[in-house]
């Protein structure tokens, strides 16, 4: 009788089914590389997750104490976390982008905790918040955070779970799905879509866009640096929303296609406020309309880079003290009456919710460099270690992560500082801090330009 030849996968050895023969092409590469004395592939994955938290869960939005920590009445758009995980070799790192005013001190140590069965360390992370005032507040999501003041911000146990939770997920998401990719970074001056809010001279013109491409063609992710408040929103306003960084992002999104990952990170924003193509219309009108117009001149730079076909990066972290915890004498004229703090508690408020020091972290990723810088840091100071940073390294593409990883406060430099301000009355140590935060991020850029150990 006449027997069915038997199907090609069933004379296979079940051994040559295992998963793990997936990975065969990669661990290949690896070894050819190694025979050959060249670098290892650069390897990257992206992710995208919703972080917008459910109505019923009566989030405060945050940015402006006189909404005395209400909750968002609704949703005007999703505000998201996103992930880019990098390998080459034994190295790993991955930056991560949120729509958030910023995170507070302990909130990265929170996410690690979640992440320790990955092995995840904290100078293998980057978190990036863009500071929209119409999402999570800042305070809301401190654990340390007991006062329970309306003005500053109520801690909200389940909105902090919750935030971990999704930022620990984007991380978990982003390093699932690695790939070699291609990279490639562009820096573009658009003049006349920021400001110096407190009348200076200073301003960043510099756009910095970076293409992250996979090796076997089509797009993975963006990297967008552009400084400038999200303010367009005032307090009255009570709706989530990811504000211009927000729109910008799905404007690139839109007009690059196949599923790319744009990553939207602030620069040294402290003094630096969004200009309008045009006035008129609602807050969210003009945030739309600049988040998208902006989006086509990021879509614009991005279309005019090449990426190189053999990148490599390097992270390094360095920690420094930080100066005294103190308050601006003019603290208790703009914060302290917005806040509704008092003298006699502000010396508790500062020691509880700030640090005493930090940790700065540069990132090299093929030609771009992005130096943390952990608050909200004056202009003319960022532009001054972006100078140095060049300098140093050689690098053509330097951006600040602004706010990165932790808020501290505004970093301001001493002739700022003393001329007060809304801005001085929220840095909390002392006109020292700015220089002390500098050298520190230069020094970070330096032990880049260091040949590795």
């Given at each position: 009788m006449f027997q069915p030849r038997p199907p090609l996968r069933s004379a296979i050895p079940a051994f040559l089914h295992h998963p793990l023969l997936l990975l065969l092409p990669l661990l290949l590469l690896f070894v050819v590389s190694g025979l050959r004395g060249?670098?290892?592939p650069l390897l990257a994955g992206a992710s995208r997750?919703?972080?917008?938290?459910p109505l019923e869960m009566k989030a405060a939005l945050g940015g402006y104490g006189a909404r005395l920590s209400r909750p968002a009445a609704g949703i005007h758009d999703s505000v998201r976390v996103k992930g880019l995980a990098l390998s080459q070799g034994?190295?790993?790192f991955v930056v991560v982008t949120a729509d958030v005013l910023g995170f507070p001190h302990k909130f990265k140590e929170a996410v690690l905790a979640r992440l320790a069965a990955e092995g995840w360390t904290s100078d293998q992370v980057m978190l990036l918040p863009s500071h929209s005032h119409t999402s999570i507040d800042l305070m809301a999501i401190h654990p340390d955070n007991n006062f329970g003041i309306p003005q500053v911000g109520v801690f909200q146990g389940a909105l902090f779970e919750w935030t971990t939770l999704r930022v620990a997920q984007a991380i978990r998401e982003a390093a699932r799905g690695l790939a070699p990719v291609r990279v490639g970074s562009a820096t573009v001056a658009v003049a006349d879509r920021n400001r110096n809010r407190r009348g200076g001279p200073a301003h960043d013109p510099g756009l910095v866009v970076t293409r992250v491409d996979l090796a076997g063609g089509g797009p993975l992710a963006v990297l967008v640096n552009w400084t400038a408040h999200p303010t367009f929103m005032g307090e009255s306003d009570m709706l989530f929303s990811g504000d211009w960084p927000g729109h910008l992002q799905r404007m690139v999104e839109a007009l690059v296609g196949q599923g790319v990952v744009v990553l939207y990170y602030n620069g040294a924003e402290g003094d630096q406020s969004p200009v309008p193509p045009a006035e008129g219309g609602s807050g969210w009108e003009r945030a739309e309309r600049y988040g998208r117009e902006m989006g086509l001149k990021v879509h614009a730079a991005w279309g005019g880079i090449t990426p190189g076909a053999a990148p490599t990066f390097r992270a390094v972290t360095i920690p420094i003290e930080l100066p005294r915890r103190q308050w601006h004498p003019d603290f208790m004229k703009t914060g302290g009456a917005e806040y509704g703090l008092s003298e006699d508690r502000m010396q508790v408020f500062v020691d509880r919710l700030l640090p005493t020091e930090t940790?700065?972290?540069a990132l090299q990723l093929a030609d771009l460099l992005v130096v943390g810088a952990p608050g909200e840091l004056a202009a003319e100071l960022g532009m001054n270690v972006?100078?140095?940073a060049r300098r140093l390294t050689?690098?053509?593409?330097?951006?600040?992560?602004?706010l990165a990883n932790e808020w501290l406060s505004y970093i301001l430099q001493p002739s700022e500082y003393h001329r007060g301000g809304y801005e001085a009355s929220m840095s909390f140590y002392g006109e020292g801090l700015g220089a002390r935060v500098v050298e520190g991020m230069v020094r970070a850029a330096g032990e880049i330009a260091k040949p590795p150990r």
């Open positions: 060249e670098q290892p997750v919703d972080l917008t938290p034994e190295r790993r940790r700065i972290t972006k100078a140095e050689g690098i053509p593409n330097v951006a600040i992560g602004g």
